[in-house]
C-alpha cells in the first residue's frame, strides 16, 4: 500500500512538481492551495507525512503544524517544512512548532525523493 503525503503550498506550479516527484516515486499525493486547506484535508483524511510551505495565504506552515500537532492523529506524523526560508531562526521555530526537516526551495526533486525515504519509507 502506498503511502500518503500531503503537500501543501500556495503555488500551483511547485505542487504540481512536488506532487509530480512523489508519484513517480510511488507515493499518493493530496494537495493543499494553504495551511487552512491542509488543515481540512489532514482531519478528513489521514496521510503518513505532511509537506508544507511557510509563507501562505489564511494560515501559514509553522500555524498549520502547531495546529496539526495538536490532533491525536498528528503527534507523531512527520511534517517537513518545504520553503524559501533558510535562516536558523525560521528554522528554530519550524523546529518548536514540531517540523521533523526542513528543504530549501528551490528544491531537487531527487534530494526531496530521498529525505521522504528517510523519513517514512
Keep these: 500500500m502506498a503511502k500518503t503525503i500531503l503537500a501543501v503550498d500556495d ?7 512536488v506532487a509530480f516527484s512523489l508519484k513517480a516515486a510511488g507515493y499518493n499525493v493530496l494537495e ?3 495551511g487552512q486547506d491542509g488543515l481540512d ?5 489521514s496521510v503518513d ?8 495565504p489564511r494560515m501559514d506552515g ?9 490532533l491525536p492523529t498528528y503527534a507523531k506524523t512527520p511534517i517537513l517544512m ?6 536558523d531562526e525560521m528554522k528554530a521555530k519550524g523546529r518548536a512548532a514540531g517540523a521533523n ?4 526551495k528551490p528544491f531537487d526533486p531527487q534530494r526531496l525523493i530521498e529525505v521522504v525515504k528517510k523519513v517514512i519509507g
Design 11 to 17: 503555488s500551483s506550479s511547485l505542487r504540481q512538481m
Design 41 to 45: 484535508k489532514a482531519r478528513q483524511q
Design 62 to 70: 509553522l500555524s498549520l503544524i502547531k495546529t496539526l500537532r495538536t
Design 32 to 34: 493543499a492551495v494553504d
Design 101 to 104: 526537516g526542513w528543504l530549501v
Design 82 to 87: 518545504l520553503t524559501t526560508e533558510s535562516s
Design 49 to 56: 507525512l505532511v509537506l508544507t510551505d511557510q509563507n501562505m
